[in-house]
């Protein structure tokens, strides 16, 4: 037994180095073989030329922000606080993945969209088309955008989290709203809609585990210790959201809590 694991060893190795040997001679044939075409990069004169610098930064502005889209939408909206709702809910009537992520998530963006769509035409008629109609410059146009988001973002966001980075910051303490600068108001934001998603989740999960200690107690009184309890409270969860119409009270909390 000992003789025969040897000569596998053995044969392996052998294998080793005959293929390290190929390789060894075969690779400058390689090289000669699959040879790099050379690259010229060349600078235009014609590029110093302000007016095409511009429209080549400009450009350069434009991919950066829309690089940056999804993590705006996600972070400065409404979007956090409705997919941490739905998924808590999907968690508490134990159905899986159902609804599916996608509907999560599609639902989200379109119930975000409903609910920015004061923001953004205001950030389009005082901010976007007077730029692009050259009236305002680009910083004038960044100063509107900033300070309609601000708005809604200080409706939703609590003192106590602005106050929280304000002293992580060691900054001094904003006598007005518009003192508040973005980098202390948009973790005070997203923190903020943490905790109000989790509270609406905490008051979504009650009746749903309500409603499973009971089946769990009723199981347990029949002997049926072997019976898993969300098997038999599944189809009652389902019907008690059906009958209260629960897609509509959540969307429509959801909503109404950003007013």
Not at 118 to 141: C, D, F, G, T
Request: net charge neutral.
């Amino acid at each position: 037994m000992y003789k025969r694991s040897e000569n596998k060893w053995k044969l392996c190795l052998i294998c080793i180095l005959i293929i390290s040997g190929i390789f060894f001679f075969a690779y400058p044939v390689w090289c000669q073989s699959l040879s790099i075409p050379p690259l010229n990069v060349t600078v235009d004169d014609s590029l110093n030329e302000s007016g095409k610098l511009a429209t080549l930064l400009q450009l350069l502005f434009a991919l950066t922000i829309l690089s940056l889209a999804p993590a705006i939408l996600i972070m400065l909206t409404s979007f956090t606080r409705i997919v941490v709702v739905l998924s808590l809910l999907r968690h508490a009537l134990g159905t899986q993945q159902m609804p599916a992520n996608q509907i999560i998530v599609g639902l989200s963006l379109f119930l975000t969209f409903f609910i920015m769509t004061p923001v953004w035409n205001k950030v389009n008629h005082q901010a976007l088309q007077p730029y692009i109609n050259e009236r305002i410059s680009a910083k004038e146009a960044f100063d509107e955008t900033s300070q309609a988001m601000k708005n809604f973002m200080l409706k939703q966001t609590r003192e106590k989290d602005i106050g929280l980075f304000v002293k992580i910051s060691r900054g001094e303490r904003p006598d007005t709203p518009d003192d508040i600068g973005l980098s202390v108001l948009i973790p005070s934001f997203i923190i903020s809609e943490l905790k109000t998603a989790f509270q609406i989740g905490f008051i979504i999960y009650l009746p749903f585990l309500i409603l499973d200690m009971v089946v769990a107690s009723v199981l347990l009184s029949m002997g049926m210790m072997m019976v898993p309890p969300v098997m038999i409270s599944l189809p009652f969860k389902l019907l008690l959201f059906v009958l209260a119409d629960g897609w509509y009270l959540i969307v429509g909390s959801l909503v109404s809590s950003f007013a």
